[in-house]
T-cell receptor, first 115, second 113 residues
Framework: GAGVSQSPSNKVTEKGKDVELRCDPI?????LYWYRQSLGQGLEFLIYFQGNSAPDKSGLPSDRFSAERTGGSVSTLTIQRTQQEDSAVYLC?????????????FGPGTRLLVL | GNSVTQMEGPVTLSEEAFLTINCTYTATGYPSLFWYVQYPGEGLQLLLK?????DKGSNKGFEATYRKETTSFHLEKGSVQVSDSAVYFC????????????FGRGTSLIVHP
C-alpha cells in the first residue's frame, strides 16, 4: 500500500513569508508526528497527534509554528514569518494505534530553504 | 529525560569490512530500542528493533542487542556493502507515559568499493 507522502518535496521561500507543509499518513494510522531535521542534527520532535485527542505541541520552537490535522488524516504544518534558521528538512511520520505499536513510518520529507 | 548518544561520523569503511556503530542511552522506564536508516533523499525507515533487555534485533545482516546493564544498543554488521551507505539513527521509544520517541543525531556510514 501507499506510504506516508509529503508535499512539496522542496520549498524555497523568502524570509518573512508563511509556508504550509502537507503530510498524508498511511491510511488507518491514527498517530502522526512532525519532526525537524537540521544539517548535522538529529530529529527534533515538533508535534504529535493521536486520534481526536488534543495534540502534544511541546516541541514547537515558537508561536510561529502551528499544525493541524483534519479528519484524523491529513496534517498541515504552518510556519509564519519564516526565518533563515527555519531552513531544514521537515519529516512527518505516522504510526498504528496500540500499546505495542511503536514503529514509525516516515515520509520523504520537505526540504525548506529560507532565503 | 530520555537521551541517546551515538558515535559521531562519518564512518568510512571498505566493502566487506566489519561495522560497529555505538549507541548508548539514558531512559525512564524500559523503552523499546530502534535503529532507523535514512538513504540519501529519503525519509527514515525501520532497520531493526528490540523491545526488552537481552533481545536481539536483526535485519539485512545488521544486528543489535538491548543491553540494560550497559544501557547500550550497538549496531553491527559482519560485512558491509556499498549499498549500506546511509545515515543510521538510534532511537528510544516513548516511556514513562510519553509517546514521544527520542532520536540520536545519526551516524553517516560511507562504504567504498
Amino acid at each position: 500500500g501507499a506510504g506516508v507522502s509529503q508535499s512539496p518535496s522542496n520549498k524555497v521561500t523568502e524570509k518573512g513569508k508563511d509556508v504550509e507543509l502537507r503530510c498524508d499518513p498511511i491510511s488507518g494510522h491514527t498517530a502522526l508526528y512532525w519532526y525537524r531535521q537540521s544539517l548535522g542534527q538529529g530529529l527534533e520532535f515538533l508535534i504529535y497527534f493521536q486520534g481526536n485527542s488534543a495534540p502534544d505541541k511541546s516541541g514547537l520552537p515558537s508561536d510561529r509554528f502551528s499544525a493541524e490535522r483534519t479528519g484524523g488524516s491529513v496534517s498541515t504544518l504552518t510556519i509564519q514569518r519564516t526565518q533563515q534558521e527555519d531552513s531544514a528538512v521537515y519529516l512527518c511520520a505516522s504510526k498504528k494505534t496500540g500499546r505495542f505499536e511503536e514503529t514509525q513510518y516516515f515520509g520523504p520529507g520537505t526540504r525548506l530553504l529560507v532565503l | 529525560g530520555n537521551s541517546v548518544t551515538q558515535m559521531e561520523g562519518p564512518v568510512t569503511l571498505s566493502e566487506e569490512a566489519f561495522l560497529t556503530i555505538n549507541c548508548t542511552y539514558t531512559a525512564t522506564g524500559y523503552p523499546s530500542l530502534f535503529w532507523y536508516v535514512q538513504y540519501p533523499g529519503e525519509g527514515l525507515q525501520l532497520l531493526l528493533k528490540a523491545t526488552k533487555a537481552d533481545d536481539k534485533g536483526s535485519n539485512k545482516g545488521f544486528e543489535a542487542t538491548y543491553r540494560k546493564e550497559t544501557t547500550s544498543f550497538h549496531l553491527e554488521k559482519g560485512s558491509v556493502q556499498v549499498s549500506d551507505s546511509a545515515v543510521y539513527f538510534c532511537a528510544l521509544g516513548g516511556s514513562g507515559g510519553s509517546y514521544i520517541p527520542t532520536f540520536g543525531r545519526g551516524t553517516s556510514l560511507i562504504v567504498h568499493p
